[in-house]
């Protein structure tokens, strides 16, 4: 049996699932909001916030990969000029600073344009003083969350939580160095792939992304409506 077999998870939704009980255990300080990493976090980060009953969002996160190895992360940008380099590759890779400026420049064009298809017509993200809780389907080396903590740290966020079903020892580590807390349901010995903790890991799109965000905000209208006194 492979070691991951007895702990892969249906879908993203069903890992969310489990991931809002863990979350349920923690004693989340003052004003929640779940952040998630698009495209693969939103729909755990969707089961997350429904469960809390707070609001969802995204925070936009692009990492940086090395060419011709997609999987493998040179690091990673996000909203507010946040750039995250892996120090390791940084040594080992030739000419590693301007691949990286080569292939980050593309990412943030990316970046923006994610930005105008999931955020447009939205107030830009108010985090002074909240509790965010970042969440990615998986972090391998952990350089993309570690860009998000560092963003919403600069956007004002009083304590950040990190929630992940799986992780890799070294992605773990990493965040754990930043965020004030953080939350995975599986680490194993060895990660061979994020997509191989589930049955069904399909690739998301952006209608995929707004769906779900839209239908978090009404869910939470229709909550505050129903609470009102009649």
Same mark, same amino acid.
Request: hydrophobic content about 50%; proline content about 5%; cysteine-free.
């Given at each position: 049996?492979?070691?991951?077999?007895?702990?892969?998870?249906?879908?993203?939704?069903?890992?969310?699932?489990?991931?809002?009980?863990?979350?349920?255990?923690?004693?989340?300080?003052?004003?929640?909001?779940?952040?998630?990493?698009?495209?693969?976090?939103?729909?755990?980060?969707?089961?997350?916030?429904?469960?809390? !009953?707070?609001?969802? *969002?995204?925070?936009? /996160?692009? @990492?940086?990969?090395?060419?011709?190895?997609?999987?493998?992360?040179?690091?990673?940008?996000?909203?507010? =000029? /946040?750039?995250?380099?892996? %120090?390791?590759?940084?040594?080992?890779?030739?000419?590693? #600073?301007?691949?990286? #400026?080569?292939?980050?420049?593309?990412?943030?064009?990316?970046?923006?344009?994610?930005?105008?298809?999931?955020?447009?017509?939205?107030?830009?993200?108010?985090?002074?003083?909240?509790?965010?809780?970042?969440? =990615?389907?998986?972090?391998?080396?952990?350089?993309?969350?570690?860009? %998000?903590?560092?963003? #919403?740290?600069?956007?004002?966020?009083?304590?950040? /939580?990190?929630?992940?079903?799986?992780?890799?020892?070294?992605?773990? *580590?990493?965040?754990? #160095?930043?965020? *004030? =807390?953080?939350?995975?349901?599986?680490?194993?010995?060895?990660?061979?792939?994020?997509?191989?903790?589930?049955? *069904?890991?399909?690739?998301?799109?952006?209608?995929?992304?707004?769906?779900?965000?839209?239908?978090? !905000?009404?869910?939470?209208?229709?909550?505050?409506?129903?609470? @009102?006194?009649?």
């Amino acid at each position: 049996m492979r070691p991951w077999e007895s702990s892969t998870f249906a879908d993203r939704a069903a890992a969310g699932v489990a991931l809002a009980r863990a979350l349920q255990r923690r004693s989340l300080p003052g004003s929640v909001l779940v952040l998630a990493l698009p495209r693969g976090g939103v729909p755990v980060a969707y089961e997350v916030a429904r469960t809390l !009953r707070v609001p969802l *969002d995204v925070i936009l /996160v692009r @990492k940086v990969p090395l060419p011709g190895q997609a999987e493998l992360a040179m690091g990673a940008i996000a909203s507010g =000029d /946040v750039v995250v380099r892996e %120090a390791r590759l940084a040594q080992e890779i030739p000419n590693f #600073a301007q691949t990286f #400026a080569r292939v980050a420049e593309r990412e943030r064009r990316e970046l923006e344009r994610r930005e105008l298809a999931y955020r447009s017509g939205l107030a830009p993200l108010d985090l002074k003083g909240k509790t965010v809780v970042l969440i =990615d389907d998986g972090l391998a080396t952990g350089s993309t969350m570690l860009a %998000a903590i560092r963003a #919403a740290r600069q956007l004002g966020a009083a304590t950040i /939580v990190v929630a992940a079903p799986v992780a890799s020892h070294e992605g773990a *580590d990493l965040v754990k #160095a930043e965020a *004030d =807390d953080v939350v995975i349901l599986e680490i194993p010995a060895v990660l061979y792939a994020i997509g191989a903790w589930y049955e *069904d890991f399909e690739q998301l799109e952006d209608a995929d992304v707004t769906r779900l965000l839209a239908l978090s !905000r009404r869910s939470l209208n229709e909550d505050a409506d129903t609470a @009102k006194p009649r």
